[in-house]
């Protein structure tokens, strides 16, 4: 096992123990409305992607619902296949999960006819962070070829507090965080 599968199994374990122990009540309060902070790296009708959060995941749904009343399209990666790239499909109501359907690694999508849009800001997972933006994923790097892809896209971690790391095994083709955001804190802008 390398260096990186050994932190992702290590921080797998610490996000699920995290999750598990956050009350209902509690967890109906969290990720509501974006910090102050982050509403500043947001243009005007710019077009938001968040994730669909699977078991474990600090969940963006709460934003996606925000950023809709205020005006700004919403957007879900979609894949075609497990190994295909990771695009945008748009997802014109956040408020209704039961439009979406399963993608090829456990998590929602919209369906194929959705419109297929480009993100200009992207709510990201991930499984560790750091204090100056660095982010560790799940390992298939398909947010680190959307952001080489690009360029100009707004990446946005959020995570729980347990997520945040000293550092980070790096190699070349990944890609550092704009900000991020858990229930206590934002980093950045970076």
């Not at 892809?149 to 965080?177: K, M, N």
Request: proline share 10%; with cysteine; glycine share 8%.
């Amino acid at each position: 096992m390398t260096k990186k599968q050994a932190l992702r199994a290590e921080l797998r374990q610490r996000r699920a123990a995290h999750d598990a122990s956050i009350s209902a009540n509690l967890r109906a309060l969290l990720f509501n409305r974006p910090p102050t902070a982050m509403l500043e790296l947001v243009s005007e009708g710019a077009v938001v992607g968040v994730y669909y959060p699977i078991p474990g995941e600090a969940s963006p749904l709460g934003y996606a619902r925000w950023f809709a009343e205020q005006g700004h399209r919403i957007a879900l990666p979609w894949f075609a296949a497990r190994g295909a790239l990771m695009t945008f499909k748009l997802w014109d109501n956040p408020f209704d999960e039961s439009t979406l359907v399963p993608d090829p690694h456990g998590a929602m999508q919209p369906p194929p006819s959705a419109e297929d849009v480009r993100v200009d800001l992207a709510i990201v997972p991930l499984l560790g962070f750091t204090d100056t933006g660095q982010r560790l994923g799940q390992g298939g790097g398909h947010y680190d070829r959307l952001l080489a892809a690009e360029p100009a896209l707004v990446p946005i971690g959020l995570a729980w507090d347990c997520q945040l790391v000293d550092a980070l095994p790096l190699e070349q083709h990944d890609h550092p965080l704009r900000a991020v955001v858990t229930p206590t804190r934002f980093y950045g802008p970076f």
